[in-house]
């Protein structure tokens, strides 16, 4: 489960089908590695969770590469950062790597959970379309 935080890991897939959807076809891995100053092994590692959602089609060999399949608007930030991190564990306590779940909570609680929710709920709202820097003309 993930807390609420981004990796690296999730910048990177988030940063890789922006570049794809800028350029559309397909980019050939090694290309896209340099582009986003990646190696092409932690791309691939980044890519993995959105290969498997369908989202971005991988096609293995010299000749391979990777292609945007679903359009930015049709996928929200927090879905990207759901596939990559994991389902977000909203019962995780703040302070502590435990959950918050039964007594002992702590003080910044509700606020939290409140502020959290606001959180999702516009990461949920927002398509990686609004993310995508503008096109050139």
Known sequence: TMRLEVT????????????????????????????LDTSPGFLSQAMTPVVNRGWVRS?????GGYTAVTPLE??????????VE????????VLEDRSCAGGGR????DAWVQARGQLLRDLA????????????P
């Open 8 to 35: 690296r890991r999730c910048d990177l897939a988030t940063r890789a089908m922006l570049a794809l959807a800028a350029t559309g076809g397909r980019r050939k891995a090694g290309e896209l590695a340099v582009e």
């Open 59 to 63: 096609e293995p060999g010299r000749l």
């Open 74 to 83: 049709e996928l929200s930030v927090l879905d990207v950062v759901e596939a």
């Open 86 to 93: 994991g389902q977000t564990d909203v019962t995780r306590c």
């Open 106 to 109: 702590c003080a910044l609680h």
């Open 125 to 136: 709202e927002t398509p990686l379309s609004a993310i995508a820097p503008p096109r050139a």
